[in-house]
């Protein structure tokens, strides 16, 4: 059986994905701890 193209995607971009999935605030924002000021100033960049 031939493998996922999902799978093909992410081992080719594996750098750039384990960069984005493992940033701290991704890591922050899944585990419900991020810091109020920094939802704060992402709070208002959605306002505009």
Do not use: K, N
């Not at 999902?6 to 999935?21: D, F, G, I, K, N």
Request: charged letters at 35%.
């Amino acid at each position: 059986m031939s493998e996922r193209f999902t799978e093909r995607l992410r081992q080719e971009s594996h750098p750039v994905w384990s960069q984005a999935t493992e940033h701290r605030f991704v890591r922050e924002l899944l585990s419900g701890t991020v810091p109020d000021a920094v939802r704060a100033f992402f709070d208002s960049a959605d306002e505009d």
